[in-house]
């Protein structure tokens, strides 16, 4: 069952000018980095009440991050939801017609489980499931 906003994302072109924004400019406290090779991205993360943001950029100028910006510039790239039974939830999705970018879940930020709802299944929205972690 899903239970709550995890994150919001934006991708964007210039990690160091995006991460100064928000923490110097809107003071949003920087909770941290991550690099996520799978998915060729690094992030970073803003923690504000009841969510966080989440900036991501490409690892290596290559990968779907990289691919987004190419196409549609900086902007919102997903919303991701925290899931109690991640498998579970896939298994009724994906029994109700939604398509997934991947098979199953993979690694994500956090060392998290994670899988990502093509967008064409939820009116062109990138959708990401998180496990939750305890």
């Known amino acids: 069952m899903l239970l709550r906003l995890d994150h919001i994302a934006i991708a964007v072109p210039d990690l160091e000018r995006a991460i ?3 923490a110097d400019d809107l003071g949003i406290p920087l909770a941290g980095r991550d690099s996520v090779p799978t998915q060729k991205t690094t992030t970073a993360f803003f923690p504000i ?3 966080r ?3 991501v950029h490409p690892l290596d100028q290559s ?3 990289q ?3 190419d196409k549609r510039g900086g902007g919102l790239h997903h919303l991701c939801f925290a899931t109690d039974d991640l498998e ?3 298994e009724t999705l994906r029994a ?3 398509q997934f970018i991947t098979p199953g879940p993979v690694a994500g930020a956090h060392n998290s489980r994670v899988i990502f709802i093509h967008p064409k299944s939820c009116d062109g929205v990138l959708i990401e499931l998180v496990a939750e972690q305890r």
Do not use: Q, S, W
Request: net charge neutral; hydrophobic share 40%.
């Open 20 to 22: 100064h924004r928000f």
């Open 96 to 98: 109700k017609g939604y």
């Open 88 to 90: 579970g939830d896939v």
């Open 53 to 55: 943001i989440e900036l």
């Open 49 to 51: 009440p009841g969510t």
């Open 63 to 65: 990968g779907p991050i």
């Open 67 to 69: 691919a987004f910006l």
